[in-house]
């Protein structure tokens, strides 16, 4: 079946430009994660959804960031007034939801390399 | 501070050369650890769970290993198709979900 996809898979923008990226997940995945990874670090968790439930918006970095996810399906990620230090790969993850984490393998798509100029 | 920590972040072996991977860990409490692959251009992809100490799991040449302190992941007589970046990731007994993930070990297996 489809994996995880995310649009666009690059996105070159100018500072103080809003950017909007798009996560699918897999049919069914109640949890959906996005993640960070810049060049050469680990990925830096920014936001957790499952279900109907509140966000954990605990990763994100400033007020510029914010995540929807709509009808429990797919998630948009934005960015405001971008930055140069926001330059990196936006990875999008889902899961089947597990009440032990340690049970819930996740799903990454290939990410969003944004640039920002 | 909990943290995750990889070692080496580099590694070249010859293939055949079995070796294997650090990575140690500073958490308040376990929920679990995981290891992925990541291919350059693409999003990790799972390898394995580890939640007791002791515990092993195994997926054809590799094999991961967890103490109290760190995991190990033994690779036996790679290929260059292992070659890859190997993340660890822990989720930590604070009630999130989020995973910390170490920085990773870039591992080339040269023919």
């Known amino acids: 079946g489809a994996g995880v996809s995310q649009s666009p898979s690059n996105k070159v923008t100018e500072k103080g430009k809003d950017v909007e990226l798009r996560c699918d997940p897999i049919?069914?995945?109640?949890?959906l994660y996005w993640y960070r990874q810049s060049l050469g670090q680990g990925l830096e968790f920014l936001i957790y959804f499952q279900g109907n439930s509140a966000p954990d918006k605990s990763g994100l970095p400033s007020d510029r960031f914010s995540a929807e996810r709509t009808g429990g399906s797919v998630s948009t990620l934005t960015i405001q007034r971008t930055q140069q230090e926001d330059s990196a790969v936006y990875l999008c993850a889902s899961s089947l939801f597990s009440i032990r984490v340690r049970d819930e393998k996740l799903f990454f798509g290939s990410g969003t390399q944004l640039s920002v100029l | 501070e909990d943290q995750v920590t990889q070692s080496p972040e580099a590694l070249r072996l010859q293939e055949g050369e079995s070796s294997s991977l650090n990575c140690s860990y500073t958490?308040?409490?376990?929920?679990?650890l995981f290891w992925y692959r990541q291919d350059p251009g693409k999003g990790p992809e799972f390898l394995f769970t580890?939640?007791?100490a002791g515990e092993e799991k195994e997926k054809e040449r590799l094999k991961a290993t967890l103490t109290k302190k760190e995991s190990f992941l033994h690779i036996t007589a790679p290929k260059p198709e292992d070659s890859a970046t190997y993340l660890c990731?822990?989720?930590?007994?604070?009630?999130?979900?989020?995973?910390?993930f170490g920085s990773g070990t870039r591992l080339q297996v040269q023919p």
């Open positions: 990731a822990v989720a930590m007994d604070t009630g999130r979900r989020a995973l910390t």
């Open positions: 958490v308040s409490g376990l929920r679990g």
């Open positions: 580890l939640y007791s």
């Open positions: 049919s069914g995945h109640t949890a």
